[in-house]
């Protein structure tokens, strides 16, 4: 049976926070303040305020990130993993910024051995959430356990991941800045710890049926990524530095979300999270992208739609240890 201690009161989002475009779900559009997300608010600020952002985004991307996800990291991970003496009580995965837990949903059932893992985040409802929706067994049957930390995962001490035998995020790094990147590339060095950073932004968009529009809203979107000093389309290249800096071996492959009819759900908070950016950005786009978002929704609910949103993944492994 799992293990869920949670440090904070189970608080409900009601969802109303401005997102910029009317009708997306909080967490999918436009963010109200440089370095926040649908999981994670990286800028210091009132530590008691309540959720910002509701959970239901990160319920309806879950099946398409885990489809995502390359699956062609997770044997050089495991042989790192299986290459160190077992610890007392198994693996200790941290898992930063981990929203309503699923990259623990989908990696604890596809590692070996006992596992706990440490929850990482600044919501303390998607970190209760996570705690009681968490995996019980590893792929082999082995326990798994579960603990969570409320915190600001852009500001890690040097010894936030002692002890670690991994560390995992999702849609992470994009929202990081360089020296956020280097901090945290620092601290799994510092650990001895390898790095699975999944699905970080690419920047690129790629429709079945192309508009004129395309590229000039992904263009836009890519700045709005990059506000505040936020790495956004770039940050994968960053932390690919920042890891072999501290002497990692770095693997990088691509995780695209391929939406078809049977996303239609995601993919029309997708589009208006995506569009809705662009716009902020840009305002100058609004006439002419209030009239494709209406396109677009209209084939999506027909269900003519296709859409490739780039991501990457990327996996970091330590330089051993001398004994």
Known sequence: MTDATTEEEHRVNDGTEPTGTSGVIAGAGPVGRPGERATVRLRAG????????????????????????????????????????????????????????????????????????????????????????????????GRVTV???????????PDALSGASLVTASALLDVLTRPEIETLAAACAGAGSPALLTLSVAGRVEF????????????????????????????????????????????????????????????????????????EERPALRTRAEDYLRARLAACEAGELEVVVHHSDLLALPRPVEA
């Open 208 to 279: 079945a049926s192309p508009d004129p529009l395309d590229a000039d809203l992904a263009e836009a979107f890519n700045a709005h990524q990059r506000r505040g000093g936020m790495l956004g389309p770039d940050a994968v290249t960053a932390a690919g530095e920042a890891f072999a800096g501290h002497g990692a071996t770095v693997r990088v492959h691509p995780s695209p979300w391929r939406l078809g009819p049977e996303h239609a759900a995601l993919t029309a908070q997708w589009l208006r999270g995506w569009v809705g950016a662009a716009v």
């Open 46 to 141: 009132d530590a008691d305020e309540g959720p910002r952002y509701a959970p239901e985004w990160l319920q309806l991307r879950e099946p398409a990130d885990a489809d995502a996800r390359a699956l062609g990291l997770l044997e050089p991970l495991g042989e790192r993993l299986a290459g160190h003496p077992p610890r007392e009580g198994g693996l200790v995965i941290h898992d930063l910024g981990c929203g309503t837990g699923s990259m623990g949903r989908w990696l604890a059932a596809r590692l070996d051995g006992a596992q706990h893992w440490v929850l990482h985040d600044r919501d303390p409802y998607l970190l209760h959430f996570a705690a009681v929706a968490s995996p019980r067994v590893a792929a082999d049957g």
């Open 147 to 157: 603990e969570t930390r409320r915190g600001d995962v852009a500001r890690l001490t």
